[in-house]
């Protein structure tokens, strides 16, 4: 479809007026709400699949009033439209967080309330625990010589440990340690973090991962400019996630580990541990920048998993 004929095709399912909210909200998340440009554009998805399933449910683009006039069965109309395109329920939840969020920022702006959102449960979601890397293969993901012979320069490798050895051994998302200014590190045992939401906090840097950091530094071919990112890529440019995700896959192959062994399950690994040592609650909740509690306890249900297993596989009487 060329792009002027997408474009009216578009705008024919989704009313002039609802547009211009839509506009607006999204440029509230960025700027009020500092959201990244992933998630914002996550909402916008979100939002405009809802509003061209009503234009085909209810016979037309829907205005501010139409919205307004919801009702509940309408909103489960469109889970039931998505689920049947195979939407998991994560993904229908997420939609749904995202559409009444809409609403909420429809009613604020004087512009109708959307009761009809408030009305439906969302989806129930099956419990899933996060799974973490046994110690030793956590450990060995920051060994910069573990894929060495594989082409790529030994900065590179370096490179990658340090991220790999951050992920771990601060409990950081790729997120906030692909954000990491050079300034940012000077070598010394605490790092400032910028979290979800720009929410600094700051991490310890232990002896090991500054070290890491440091060696990649020395090695790094690229000059490092105070206020540019810490990592970059081969040519100089910010350092990609999806290349961070390349290099956990080839020490996933070397170590043998499955697909769960994903970037991410080093910050997992990070909490687990964490918590099996002894490790404070609330003060892994300050380390992982979780804004509720109630996200750090559920590494209590993995480490209780865990004694269950190790009593299943070592007590004779089991």
């Known amino acids: 479809m060329a792009p002027n004929m997408a474009k009216n095709s578009e705008a024919s399912l989704i009313a002039p007026k609802v547009a211009a909210e839509i506009d607006a909200w999204l440029r509230h998340l960025q700027a009020e709400r500092h ?38 069965a309408d909103v489960r109309a469109f889970l039931a439209a998505r689920r049947a395109d195979n939407i998991g329920s994560r993904s229908l939840m997420r939609a749904l967080a995202g559409i009444r969020a809409f609403g909420r920022f429809l009613e604020r702006c004087g512009k109708g309330r959307l ?41 590179i490798h370096a490179r990658d440990a340090a991220v790999l050895g951050l992920l771990y051994g601060c409990g950081l998302r790729v997120s906030e340690a692909l ?22 906090r700051m991490v310890p840097l232990i002896a090991p991962v500054a070290k890491l950091v440091a060696d990649y530094i020395a ?9 540019g990112p810490l990592f970059v890529g081969a040519k100089g440019g910010p350092l990609s996630p999806r290349l961070v995700q390349l290099a956990m896959a080839r020490l996933r192959g070397a170590l043998g580990l499955g697909a769960s062994a994903t970037p991410h399950a080093l910050r997992h690994s990070f909490a687990t541990h964490l918590l099996a040592g002894g490790g404070d609650l609330r003060a892994i909740q300050e380390l992982l920048g979780h804004a509720s509690l109630s996200t750090t306890q559920i590494y209590t249900a993995v480490d209780a998993e865990r004694l269950i297993e190790a009593y299943r596989s070592a007590h004779p009487r089991a």
């Open 35 to 72: 959201l990244s440009a992933k998630t914002v554009e996550a909402y916008r998805r979100d939002v405009r699949q809802f509003l061209h399933f009503l234009a085909g449910h209810l016979g037309g683009a829907p205005s501010l009033k139409d919205l307004a006039a919801l009702a509940p």
């Open 115 to 155: 009761a009809a959102l408030a009305a439906v449960r969302g989806p129930k979601l099956g419990k899933t625990l996060p799974r973490p890397l046994p110690i030793d293969a956590a450990k060995r993901m920051a060994d910069p010589t573990l894929a060495a012979g594989d082409g790529r320069g030994v900065w």
């Open 179 to 200: 954000g990491v200014k050079r300034a940012e590190f000077d070598g010394g045992d605490v790092l400032t973090v910028t979290g979800k939401g720009r929410k600094q």
């Open 219 to 227: 090695l790094c071919p690229y000059e490092l400019p105070a206020d």
